[in-house]
């Protein structure tokens, strides 16, 4: 790991007087669990190391009528131990519960689960999110795309977003809070995400000199939630795919529908047409089996990993049946 | 730019001028002189590293030691609080938790955290627990084993307690 200058403001004003214009120059430290494996690996390095986590305001869950304020501080493993999050937002409860190991989860923050860089191989071993080899051919189309995107997929960035957490975040209607020099903005979690056209930009809408503040749940609306996993391996990794799904009920029928999925595309996918599929249709194997279908209507896998379009299918039929069971638990492969 | 960090270890005080790149592990074994805490993927995977961080497991390999300033730290030499082995340790031993004992200051301390917080685990609960540390030689069934007498120990021994205090 490259030397680097460590600074731990108590402010947020503080921390984004100390953070620079441009990513090479700082960088925001809040777990680590992330940040050090990438100085490790030198993919990234700062000069300066922003630590956040003396600034108490960021920390903690309060619960109010307008929902609940996570500080961006918070660690997984306090959520994961959160009745009131158990209670009202039971599949990100899951999502928590899921992601990483124990050790992991007691560092690691909710704002730096929404911040975590991609893990495709190619970014994580120097090569940039839109890796290219030396006659400008993708490397990733033209290598191991394994796990890489099957929808999004039309351009450069070919990597999949990498939070487990973040889905059923946004099937919930979370927005995020962020701070920058011309003071705090406010944005919903699904906009946050962009995918990069080129090298120069990001796979999130943060400037260099910002950073996530809170996070807000909107008060659960009557409504049934799950969050459904596959994964490779029972023990740590990230998932293959992932469906978190948000189901509004007239009676029987489905008022309205979320329906978004994880690692199959440059950002969490929130999938128009699997909502579309379900609308004025009661659950049932067939109805969420058509909605699975219409979620990966538009896939295009690359080389290597067509199971996935497979998995997703299954993934998102089975969120809505657990969902419409009202249990939000995912499962092993 | 050096940083003077002040670490509890242990109980003990230790004070020391670092880079801030060190790691946190490396500040244990080569700062306190604690070779306990073992290295094994440094890329936070295997959890051989894993020490308690205000009572918390954490993989060692992956914090900095200037971010473990002002807080305490628990190894496994710190475990046992006297001469005698913690239930834990006593466990392990007895039900054949190690072979090499590469995993075993790791495995030790992350089944700490989680005995901290479930007194009674079950056996996926144990699984899912320890789900963070590798192992090479036992096959986990004997570290599962291990970690289910340690939990009647412990719990055993505070009912004593308690009834002593009554
Ligand atoms: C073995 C292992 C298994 C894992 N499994 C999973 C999994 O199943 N699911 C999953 O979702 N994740 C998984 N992770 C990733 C883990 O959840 C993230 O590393 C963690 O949440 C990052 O949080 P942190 O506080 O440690 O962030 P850091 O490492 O401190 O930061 C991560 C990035 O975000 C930036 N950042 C952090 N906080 C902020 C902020 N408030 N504002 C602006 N920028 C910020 C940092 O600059 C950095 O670029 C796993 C990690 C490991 C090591
Ligand atoms: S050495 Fe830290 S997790 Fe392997
Ligand atoms: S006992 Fe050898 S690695 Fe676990």
């Known amino acids: 790991m490259r030397a680097f200058e460590y600074t731990s403001p108590t402010t947020r004003q503080q921390a984004v007087e100390l953070l620079a214009g441009s990513w090479d120059q700082s960088a925001v430290l809040a777990g680590g669990t992330d940040l050090l494996s990438l100085m490790k690996d030198d993919v990234v390095a700062p000069k300066r190391v922003v630590n956040i986590k003396d600034i108490r305001e960021l920390h903690g869950v309060r619960f109010g009528p307008r929902g609940m304020q996570i500080g961006a501080l918070t660690s997984l493993g306090e959520l994961a131990d959160h009745p009131l999050v158990r209670q009202h937002y039971p599949a990100f409860g899951d999502a928590v519960v899921e992601a990483a190991s124990q050790q992991i989860r007691n560092m690691a923050t909710l704002g730096g689960n929404i911040c975590q860089r991609p893990r495709c191989w190619y970014f994580r071993s120097g090569f940039g999110l839109t890796p290219k080899t030396p006659e400008g051919k993708s490397l990733v189309e033209e290598g191991d795309n394994r796990y890489h995107a099957i929808l999004g997929n039309d351009g450069a960035a070919l990597f999949v977003s990498p939070s487990s957490i973040v889905p059923a975040m946004i099937a919930y209607g979370a927005r995020i809070r962020i701070a920058g020099p011309k003071g705090a903005r406010e944005v919903a979690l699904e906009k946050f995400f962009v995918i990069p056209r080129t090298e120069s930009e990001r796979e999130h809408d943060l400037r260099p000199n910002e950073i996530v503040t809170d996070v807000f749940l909107p008060p659960p609306a009557a409504g049934r939630y799950a969050h459904y996993e596959v994964r490779q391996k029972e023990s740590f990794d990230w998932p293959l795919v992932l469906a978190a799904v948000a189901l509004q009920m007239n009676g029987n029928t489905v008022r309205s529908a979320k329906v978004v999925m994880g690692y199959v595309a440059p950002v969490p996918w929130v999938s128009e047409e699997a909502a579309q599929a379900l609308v004025g249709k009661t659950v049932t194997e067939q109805t969420a089996q058509a909605a699975g279908e219409a979620a990966v209507s538009q896939a295009k896998p690359l080389s290597r990993n067509r199971y996935k379009v497979q998995l997703a299918r299954v993934a998102v039929k089975r969120a809505i049946l657990q969902a419409a069971q009202g249990k939000a638990e995912g499962g092993a492969a | ?166």
């Open chain 2, 1 to 166: 730019m050096k940083k003077n960090v002040r670490i509890v270890i242990n109980g003990a005080e230790h004070r020391a001028e670092v880079e801030p790149r060190l790691l946190l592990v490396h500040f244990l074994r080569e700062v306190a002189g604690l070779t306990g805490t073992h290295i094994g993927c440094e890329t936070s995977l295997c959890g051989a590293c894993t020490v308690l961080l205000d009572g918390m497991a954490v993989k060692s390999c992956t914090v900095l030691a200037v971010q473990a300033d002002g807080r305490s730290i628990t190894t496994i030499e710190g475990l046992a609080a006297s001469e005698n082995l913690h239930p834990i340790q006593e466990a392990f031993w007895e039900e054949h938790g190690l072979q090499c004992g590469y995993c075993t200051p790791g495995m030790i301390l992350c089944a700490h955290d989680l005995l901290q917080q479930n007194a009674s685990p079950s056996e996926q609960e144990i699984r899912d627990g320890i789900g963070g540390n590798l192992c090479r030689c036992t096959g986990y069934q004997h570290i599962v084993n291990a970690v289910k007498a340690a939990s009647r120990k412990m719990n055993q021994r505070q009912r004593a307690a308690a009834r002593a205090a009554d």
